[in-house]
C-alpha cells in the first residue's frame, strides 16, 4: 500500500513537469503525454480506494485526493489550451501557471495525509495482533477447555500479523530509502527519528550523523524559535498552520548554503506518542525558472515605461486606461495618476468624439485583432498634434478579449515635412510646366527667325555672287577680298541657321522607337562621312555593339555629330585612333567615342552642350557650336544622358546613355 502511494506521488511529480513543458513548447505530442499521465494518476487513486475500502478515513481522504486531481487538471487543461508556444512572458500566463503549481501542491498535500494514515495503520495493527495475543493467554488462564483452541487461532493470527507487519515494513523502508525527495521522521520533541538517502543527497549530512539531532540543524538560525512555538502550539492545541498542506520554506545544507524547499509535512500518533513526517523537495531550480520569469516580466515593464518616443499604455475591455508609460505622459501631458482609469475617447478631437470613433475603433480591434490609424489627436492642454497609432487585441488562453495595447508616435513633424514637399513638389510642376511652356516658345521662335532669315541671306549670297561675276574685271583686290567675306560669311550664317532649324525640330518630333542594330547604324554613318575621311589615316576601332531601342534616324544623327567631331579634332594625329564601344553599366547600355585629338580642358565642360559655345578657335576647327547641343537634345529625348572626359592634347571620351532597356536579340 505505502509502494503504490508513493507511485502515485512520483506520477503526479511527474505530471507537473509535462504540464511545464506542454506550457512552453505548445507541443501537441507534449500534451498528449500529460494526458497520459493524468488518466494513470486517476486509475492509481481508483485501486488505492479499492485496498482500503474498509476504511472509512481512507476512503475520505482518498476522495479528496480524487477532488484535488480533477481541479488540477481542469486548472492544467485551461494553461495548456493554446498551442502555441511561449515567446514572450505575458502576466496573465504566469498567474495561471502559478495557479496551476498551487494545485499540484493541494493534490501533493491530500496524498500526504493518505500516506500518514497507512503509516499510523502499518504501526497499530501489529499492536493489535500483539493486544489478541496477551487477551488469548489470558484466556487459557481461565479456562483450559478452551486453550487448545484459543492458542491455535491466536498463533496463527501472531505469525501472520507478525509477518505481514514484515513485509508491510519491508515495502516502506524501500520506498523511503529509493525515493528522490527527503523524508524525515522526528519526535514530539523535535529529534530526527529516520534521516533517508534522498536528505542525504539534498541536506550533505549522513544518517549516522543525523540521528537523534534536532531538526533545526536543517533550517536557518532565523526560524528555530518560529519552529520551535509551532510544535509547542501543535502538542498542546492541536492547531495544525502546516500540519496537512505543502510549503515554501529555506533549508540549511551541511556546508552552510541556504535553498528553497517545498514541505509536505504530517503528523501521527502511536501508543499516544506523536511523530512527525516531512517529505522535502529541493525545489531551487524551479524557484530560479520563476526568478527569471519575474525578472524578465520586470524588464519587460522597465522597457516600456522608460521608452519616451511612443505612447504605450494598455486599456481594459471597456477602454479606459490601466498603465501608463513616460512616453505617454510626454506626448500627450497627463499624469499616470491623472488618467488611469479613465476613458480613452479623451484623446481623440471634439468631432471623432461625435461621430463615435473611439468605441467603433475598439469594435473593429475586437473582431480584426488590430488596427492602425493615422490622424489628429489632443493633448491635455488641448493641443493637436498628428498621431500614429497602432491598437491590439489581447486574448486570454480561452480567446476571450482582456484589454488593448495601444502605441501612439508623433508624426506632426513628419506631417509638416510631407506637406512642404508636396507643396515643393507643385511649385516644382508649376515652374516645370512654365519651363516647358517657354521651351517650346524658344523652339517656336528660333524656328520662325531662322526659317524667316533664310530668304534674305539667299538674296546676299545671290547678288554678291552676281556681282562678282560682273564687275570682278572692274573691282580692285581688296574690292574682292571685301565681297568674298560677304559671301563667306553668309554660306557660314546659312549654315548656323540650318543647325538651327534642325535643333528646332528635334525639339518637335515624336520619337519613333524601333529595336534598332547599333553596329548596323554604325556601318552606315561610316560610310555617309566617308568623303571626310578619304585622305586620313584614321584607325577605327569597332567594339561589340547591340541591339538597342531607340528612334534610329534621331540616333543616327547623334552618331554622325559624334563621329564628325572624332574625325576633325583628331586632324593633328597620324594616325588618328577613333573606338566605339559598348559596356553595360547597372543594367543600362552605356556607348562611348574616344579618340586620341587634341581634347579640350575640362574646366570649360560645361559650356560643352551649349548651343555656339566653341572650346576651340573656328579658324583652327570649323563648325557652328550646335552640334553637341544637337547630339544631347536627342539624347534627353530618348531619356538618358550625355557628358565627355578629355584632357588637354591628350583626347576625349564622349558617353551617352538611353533610358530604354537593351535587347539582347534580333527581330
Given amino acids: 500500500m505505502i509502494a503504490n502511494i508513493k507511485t502515485l506521488q512520483f506520477s503526479v511529480q511527474e505530471a507537473g513537469a509535462s504540464i511545464v513543458l506542454a506550457d512552453l513548447t505548445g507541443n501537441e505530442k507534449d500534451r498528449s503525454v500529460y494526458r497520459t499521465q493524468i488518466d494513470q494518476i486517476f486509475k492509481q487513486v481508483k485501486e488505492l480506494k479499492s485496498q482500503t475500502s474498509d476504511n472509512p478515513k481512507q476512503q475520505s481522504y482518498l ?8 481541479k488540477w487538471d481542469d486548472r492544467a487543461k485551461e494553461l495548456l489550451s493554446s498551442n502555441q508556444p511561449k515567446r514572450a512572458i505575458e502576466t496573465a500566463d504566469l498567474d495561471l501557471l502559478r495557479k496551476t503549481r498551487d494545485q499540484q501542491n493541494d493534490v501533493n498535500a491530500a496524498i500526504a495525509k493518505v500516506s500518514v494514515e497507512e503509516q499510523q495503520q502499518l504501526f497499530v495493527g501489529p499492536l493489535a495482533i500483539l493486544n489478541t495475543f496477551f487477551w488469548v493467554n489470558y484466556a487459557f488462564w481461565g479456562g483450559i477447555a478452551l486453550f487448545s483452541i484459543f492458542v491455535g487461532v491466536s498463533t496463527i493470527r501472531l505469525v501472520r500479523g507478525i509477518k505481514i507487519g514484515q513485509q508491510a515494513e519491508e515495502k516502506f523502508r524501500s520506498v523511503v530509502e529509493t525515493a528522490s525527495e527527503a523524508i524525515i521522521t522526528a519526535n514530539a520533541k523535535g529529534n530526527i527519528e529516520s534521516f533517508n538517502a534522498g536528505a542525504e543527497r539534498i541536506f550533505g549530512y549522513t544518517q549516522s550523523e543525523m540521528a537523534g539531532k534536532p531538526l533545526t540543524l536543517l533550517m536557518p538560525e532565523r526560524f528555530h524559535e518560529a519552529h520551535k512555538q509551532g510544535m509547542r502550539r501543535y502538542l498542546t492545541t492541536r492547531e495544525a498552520r502546516v500540519i496537512g498542506k505543502t510549503v515554501e520554506l529555506s533549508g540549511l545544507r551541511k556546508d552552510g548554503t541556504e535553498f528553497p524547499v517545498e514541505l509536505s509535512l504530517s503528523s501521527w500518533t502511536v501508543s499516544g506518542e506523536t511523530f512527525f513526517t516531512g517529505i522535502l523537495n529541493d525545489v531551487t531550480e524551479r524557484r530560479q525558472v520563476e526568478e527569471q520569469l519575474q525578472r524578465s516580466e520586470e524588464h519587460l515593464r522597465l ?11 494598455m486599456l481594459d475591455p471597456q477602454g479606459k486606461v490601466v498603465s501608463w508609460n513616460a ?18 475617447s479623451l484623446f481623440y478631437t471634439q468631432e471623432d468624439m461625435q461621430n463615435g470613433k473611439p468605441q467603433t475603433v475598439l469594435e473593429i480591434v475586437a473582431a480584426q485583432g488590430r488596427v492602425e490609424d493615422e490622424g489628429w489627436r489632443v493633448r491635455k492642454d488641448g493641443s493637436r498634434f498628428w498621431a500614429n497609432v497602432i491598437i491590439t487585441a489581447l486574448h486570454d488562453k480561452q480567446g476571450k478579449i482582456f484589454g488593448f495595447s495601444k502605441i501612439t508616435r508623433d508624426l506632426t513633424e513628419q506631417k509638416q515635412a510631407e506637406a512642404e514637399v508636396q507643396l515643393l513638389n507643385s511649385s516644382l510642376e508649376q515652374r516645370a510646366a512654365q519651363l516647358s511652356a517657354a521651351n517650346k516658345e524658344l523652339e517656336a521662335f528660333t524656328y520662325s527667325i531662322a526659317h524667316d532669315l533664310r530668304a534674305p541671306l539667299r538674296h546676299i549670297q545671290a547678288f554678291s555672287s552676281m556681282l562678282e561675276q560682273e564687275l570682278a574685271p572692274q573691282l580692285t583686290p581688296s574690292a574682292k577680298e571685301n565681297l568674298q567675306d560677304i559671301i563667306h560669311s553668309a554660306q557660314e550664317m546659312g549654315v548656323m541657321i540650318d543647325d538651327l532649324l534642325g535643333l528646332a525640330g528635334i525639339g518637335r518630333q515624336e520619337l519613333n522607337l524601333e529595336v534598332t542594330s547599333l553596329s548596323s547604324l554604325v556601318q552606315e554613318v561610316l560610310k555617309d562621312i566617308r568623303s571626310t575621311t578619304e585622305d586620313r589615316n584614321i584607325l577605327w576601332q569597332i567594339g561589340e555593339l547591340s541591339y538597342i531601342d531607340c528612334d534610329p534616324g534621331l540616333m543616327k544623327h547623334v552618331l554622325i555629330n559624334l563621329f564628325s567631331n572624332a574625325v576633325k579634332y583628331t586632324r593633328p594625329r597620324n594616325p588618328a585612333i577613333i573606338e566605339v564601344v559598348q559596356m553595360t553599366e547597372q543594367g543600362q547600355p552605356v556607348v562611348f567615342i574616344r579618340d586620341n585629338g587634341v581634347g579640350f580642358s575640362m574646366k570649360y565642360a560645361d559650356k560643352l552642350f551649349g548651343v555656339f559655345q566653341r572650346l576651340h578657335r573656328r579658324e583652327d576647327f570649323e563648325g557652328t ?12 529625348k530618348h531619356g538618358g544622358r550625355v557628358w565627355a572626359e578629355a584632357e588637354l592634347d591628350k583626347g576625349a571620351t564622349f558617353f551617352f546613355t538611353l533610358a530604354v532597356p537593351e535587347k539582347t536579340g534580333h527581330e
Avoid: C, P, W
Fill in 303 to 313: 522597457m516600456i515605461e522608460s521608452i519616451v518616443d511612443y505612447a504605450i499604455f
Fill in 63 to 70: 476522495g479528496n485526493v480524487e477532488l484535488a486531481l480533477t
Fill in 625 to 636: 557650336g550646335v552640334g553637341l547641343a544637337t547630339v544631347q537634345r536627342i539624347i534627353h
Fill in 327 to 344: 512616453g505617454a505622459q510626454r506626448l500627450k501631458g497627463y499624469t499616470e495618476q491623472e488618467v488611469l482609469g479613465q476613458y480613452f
